[in-house]
């Protein structure tokens, strides 16, 4: 069984950092690519960030590129996202997701990915 488990999130104040972490299991980790998305309230889910696991090349979002930076840890089946320089925009809930394939190709696009994760809040006040 696909397991995704997100932690790491919480309330900070702006310009300050955090970083997410989501354990997986159930699947060979270092064979899929994997996305972070995030929900506001209100909004639709959108994609920030993927790490191929072709070529490890990285995927972000304009809106969180430079802030942010997404790592893995192959020996503990462990994707990170670092947060950097937070807003109060980026508060939102945050989930990780595996895709069926290597690569992050269509990358942004939420229906590309097969398993969810539950979610972890980060609100970034003002």
């Known amino acids: 069984e696909v397991q995704l488990v997100e932690s790491g999130g919480g309330l900070v104040e702006a310009g300050g950092s955090l970083r997410l972490s989501c354990a997986a299991s159930?699947?060979?980790?270092?064979?899929?690519?994997i996305g972070w998305f995030r929900q506001a309230p209100g909004k639709e889910r959108e994609g920030i960030s993927c790490?191929?696991?072709?070529?490890?090349?990285?995927y972000y979002d304009d809106s969180v590129k430079a802030r942010f930076t997404i790592s893995t840890d192959n020996a503990k089946n462990t994707v990170y996202l670092q947060m950097n320089s937070l807003k109060p925009e980026d508060t939102a809930v945050y989930y990780c997701?595996?895709?069926?394939?290597?690569?992050?190709?269509?990358?942004?696009?939420?229906?590309?990915?097969?398993?969810w994760g539950q979610g972890t809040q980060v609100t970034v006040s003002s």
């Open positions: 997701a595996v895709r069926g394939f290597r690569r992050c190709d269509r990358w942004l696009n939420s229906y590309e990915y097969d398993y």
């Open positions: 159930g699947f060979t980790f270092d064979e899929y690519a």
């Open positions: 790490i191929s696991r072709s070529d490890g090349t990285t």
